[in-house]
């Protein structure tokens, strides 16, 4: 069964640095979307791209966040300089489509991010 | 208001005994209500969704209970199993976003 891929698992990494989070949605999808569960509390939702360009973002996803779909495969989130409070489990999801029975958000294994 | 309410945080049942998990929302423009099952380590899996048009859902031992006018639904677990022992979270979907409730731990006792 296709799934969605995260890189890497675990990621540390000190406070003021750039991170980038990478993740293979499956691959007739079109819909990619980043989430984050900091240990213990819900899934928050972070942005939505489609098309190429942000759908949707959270009031959590500020200028210090930016995705990226480099090319046909890959959807990134790159934090452009970690706080101690971006330490999390960041959830990468895809769709095929919205609105139909193709509707369903795949998750990937997520990537734990640690910032010290 | 965007979200998702769900109770009880922890729930520890029998085995072959039935769980239940309850949510409640407000906001009308939701439209599509998953639930999703969480094993440590591991991201969320979708178990089972709902429309707000169909009063429930069925699915094996796992049945959504949909009520549109009060505003809630649940999760009934039938004939739980050790193996059902993990987080589950109701969900609601606001245009391309889900919207996560807090979780519910679940164990269910050998």
């Known amino acids: 069964e296709p799934e969605v891929t995260q890189t890497p698992s675990h990621q540390v990494t000190q406070m003021g640095q750039e991170v980038i989070l990478r993740c293979v949605p499956i691959s007739n999808h079109l819909y990619f979307y980043w989430y984050r569960q900091i240990l213990g509390q819900k899934v928050e939702f972070l942005v939505s791209f489609y098309n190429n360009e942000i759908s949707e973002k959270s009031e959590i996803f500020d200028d210090q966040f930016s995705v990226e779909r480099p090319d046909g495969s890959n959807f990134t989130l790159k934090i452009r300089s970690t706080k101690l409070e971006d330490s999390a489990m960041y959830f990468c999801?895809?769709?095929?489509?919205?609105?139909?029975?193709?509707?369903?958000?795949?998750f990937g294994p997520g990537t734990r991010l640690l910032v010290l | 208001q965007q979200q998702v309410k769900q109770s009880p945080q922890s729930l520890i049942v029998q085995k072959g005994g039935i769980s239940i998990i309850n949510c409640a929302y407000e906001n009308t423009a939701f439209d599509y209500f998953p639930w999703y099952q969480q094993f440590p380590g591991k991201g969320p899996a979708l178990l089972i969704a709902?429309?707000?048009?169909?009063s429930e859902k069925k699915e094996g031992r796992f049945t959504i209970s949909f009520n549109k006018s009060a505003k809630q639904f649940s999760l009934h677990i039938m004939d739980s199993q050790p193996g059902d022992s993990a987080t589950y979270f109701c969900a609601a979907r606001l245009w391309d976003k889900i919207i996560f409730g807090k979780g519910t731990r679940l164990h269910i006792l050998p």
């Open positions: 709902i429309r707000p048009d169909v």
């Open positions: 999801a895809s769709s095929e489509d919205y609105g139909t029975v193709q509707e369903t958000q795949y």
